[in-house]
């Protein structure tokens, strides 16, 4: 099973911008599509972004398109989330997915996550 550790969370202010990174281990990087969630406090995982094991597509949430960008580089077993345009209700712990055939938008079907780094977005 792959590993997965994210960087990159902190505080910022409204408007700013953040980028987070998932670093892989274990396997092979290439054999899996690769995602972010988010989740507050009695809430369910939100789905963010994922990306193709090739980057060949990315597909985002309704509520970060436009302003979140997923990457990633193979060569690197690290994707990367930028994150722009920050707002308050982006305030989360996120969460890296890596999945071998899944990259929709149900948490339930992803096969491997990390364990969350905190973005606390400040009005």
């Known amino acids: 099973q792959v590993q997965l550790v994210e960087s990159g969370g902190g505080l910022v202010q409204a408007g700013g911008s953040l980028r987070l990174s998932c670093a892989a281990s274990g396997r092979t990087f290439t054999s899996y599509s690769m995602g972010w969630f988010r989740q507050t406090p009695g809430k369910e995982r939100e789905f963010v972004s994922s990306?193709?094991?090739?980057?060949?597509?990315?597909y985002y949430g309704d509520s970060v398109k436009g302003r979140f960008t997923i990457s990633r580089d193979n060569a690197k077993d690290t994707v990367y989330l930028q994150m722009n345009s920050l707002k308050p209700e982006d305030t989360a712990v996120y969460y890296c997915?890596?999945?071998?055939?899944?990259?929709?938008?149900?948490?339930?079907?992803?096969?491997?996550w990390g364990q969350g780094t905190q973005v606390t977005v400040s009005s």
């Open positions: 990306i193709a094991r090739r980057a060949t597509s990315t």
């Open positions: 997915a890596a999945d071998h055939e899944y990259y929709g938008t149900s948490s339930i079907y992803w096969g491997s």
